[in-house]
T-cell receptor, first 113, second 118 residues
């Protein structure tokens, strides 16, 4: 595997379900990110991790819970989501925090019914 | 505050035409970085270029070229002799360098959807 991988690629879940999104980077990077991409809205940064420590949380509802067990893996745990949470969730990684380009995974297309 | 504006929501060109995608940004910082990303239908954002605020040299990479002008706060992207495979959404993004902040906030524009017609 190379680059940034995300699983699953597609997910349909009910509002009472609990699911997790997984991201893995094979680039030796130190920082990882979760973004939300909704139709006709700019990409929204959700969480930033540097060396497994969360450094930014952009006022994301608590129904989204990130986890970064090591510098290669990032999870987004989902529970009691709302239909408006349906979106493409993108994971990214970068070599460092400041001024480095981010490399993105293919995303998980989430539909909340 | 930071802001990236991509005024062109959608552009259609015929194959082999040249096309320029506009990006205008706002920042109070003197040190910042600008990026372009391509998002094909598969969904993955592909990094194209990074430019720091102290380097105003234009860059050319094959059919792609970038024009960075600090005087007008613009970082435009030109595709020469467009091809069908260039069809995608293109995003311009801005990252500032904030002393002590530690976080690489990447502020994205809303994107320009380019369709290249064969």
């Amino acid at each position: 595997e190379t680059g940034v991988t995300q699983t699953p690629r597609h997910l349909v879940m009910g509002m009472t379900n609990k699911k997790s999104l997984k991201c893995e980077q094979h680039l030796g990077h130190n920082a990882m990110y979760w973004y939300k991409q909704s139709a006709k809205k700019p990409l929204e940064l959700m969480f930033v991790y540097s060396l497994e420590e969360r450094v930014e949380n952009n006022s994301v509802p608590s129904r989204f819970s990130p986890e970064c067990p090591n510098s290669s893996h990032l999870f987004l745990h989902l529970h009691t989501l709302q239909p408006e949470d349906s979106a493409l969730y993108l994971c990214a990684s970068s070599q460092g925090l400041t001024g480095y380009e981010q490399y993105f995974g293919p995303g998980t297309r989430l539909t909340v019914t | 505050a930071q802001k990236v504006t991509q005024a062109q929501t959608e552009i259609s060109v015929v194959e082999k035409e040249d096309v320029t995608l506009d990006c205008v940004y706002e920042t109070r910082d003197t040190t910042y970085y600008l990026f372009w990303y391509k998002q094909p239908p598969s969904g993955e954002l592909v990094f194209l270029i990074r430019r720091n605020s102290f380097d105003e040299q234009n860059e050319i990479s094959g059919r792609y070229s970038w024009n960075f002008q600090k005087s007008t706060s613009s970082f435009n992207f030109t595709i020469t002799a467009s091809q069908v495979v260039d069809s995608a959404v293109y995003f311009c993004a801005l990252s500032e360098v904030r002393l002590g902040a530690g976080a690489n906030n990447l502020f994205f524009g809303t994107g320009t959807r380019l369709t290249v017609i064969p």
